[in-house]
């Protein structure tokens, strides 16, 4: 397959021409059909994505308007790929030129179905959770109390990486009867 630097095809690709051995009367041999038809769909693809986006002005969220996951979130369909993915990292790859990687595509907005690229921003899940605690959106963070009763208050907390808050008077309790249970 070679491309032609003459007449532009009717989505507006510099003509390609087949120059593979192919059956009388066909203009492309399969192969390179099914090239220029993935070609052709990526070229779409950015404006297929705006196109489910309805864009305010200001600062206001931009809401995504095609098919969203449980949570509300939206779910955008990438060429080539057989499950869709969240369209937040299409946004930001598309507004930024940097696919998102193993990184989140986290909200400033905490609007799910928002794709405004300046209400994105990357990090890593613990970032994200982080974030989630320090704006009061967890369901743990409505608590103001441990199961014992005792105040999640800023001397009494301690944040643990996977258990999030633990209260520090249960904490040490819990310690001194497992050392006492140690001891023979």
């Given at each position: 397959m070679e491309?032609?630097?003459?007449p532009r095809d009717s989505v507006g690709l510099l003509a390609i021409v087949c120059?593979?051995?192919?059956?009388?009367?066909?203009?492309?041999?399969?192969?390179?059909?099914?090239?220029?038809?993935r070609i052709v769909s990526w070229l779409w693809l950015p404006k297929r994505f705006w196109e489910k986006v309805k864009r305010s002005t200001g600062t206001a969220c931009w809401?995504?308007?095609?098919?969203?996951?449980?949570?509300?979130?939206?779910?955008?369909?990438?060429?080539?790929?057989?499950?869709?993915?969240n369209a937040s990292r299409v946004a930001y790859w598309l507004s930024t030129g940097v696919w998102?990687?193993?990184?989140?595509?986290?909200?400033?907005?905490d609007n799910p179905p928002c794709e405004n690229p300046s209400h994105l921003f990357l990090g890593t899940r613990s970032d994200n959770m982080q974030d989630m605690v320090a704006k009061g959106r967890?369901?743990?963070?409505?608590?103001?109390?441990?199961p014992q009763g005792h105040p999640y208050?800023?001397?009494?907390?301690?944040?643990?990486?996977?258990?999030?808050?633990?209260?520090?008077?249960?904490?040490?309790?819990?310690?001194r009867r497992y050392k006492a249970k140690?001891?023979?």
């Amino acid at each position: 397959m070679e491309f032609n630097d003459g007449p532009r095809d009717s989505v507006g690709l510099l003509a390609i021409v087949c120059t593979h051995p192919r059956k009388q009367n066909k203009a492309w041999c399969k192969n390179c059909e099914n090239e220029r038809r993935r070609i052709v769909s990526w070229l779409w693809l950015p404006k297929r994505f705006w196109e489910k986006v309805k864009r305010s002005t200001g600062t206001a969220c931009w809401e995504w308007m095609g098919a969203t996951d449980s949570k509300g979130y939206g779910q955008f369909k990438l060429p080539e790929r057989a499950s869709p993915v969240n369209a937040s990292r299409v946004a930001y790859w598309l507004s930024t030129g940097v696919w998102p990687g193993e990184s989140q595509v986290c909200h400033k907005c905490d609007n799910p179905p928002c794709e405004n690229p300046s209400h994105l921003f990357l990090g890593t899940r613990s970032d994200n959770m982080q974030d989630m605690v320090a704006k009061g959106r967890g369901a743990q963070s409505q608590k103001t109390h441990c199961p014992q009763g005792h105040p999640y208050s800023k001397e009494n907390t301690y944040f643990h990486a996977s258990c999030g808050r633990i209260c520090r008077i249960c904490r040490r309790a819990a310690q001194r009867r497992y050392k006492a249970k140690q001891r023979p």
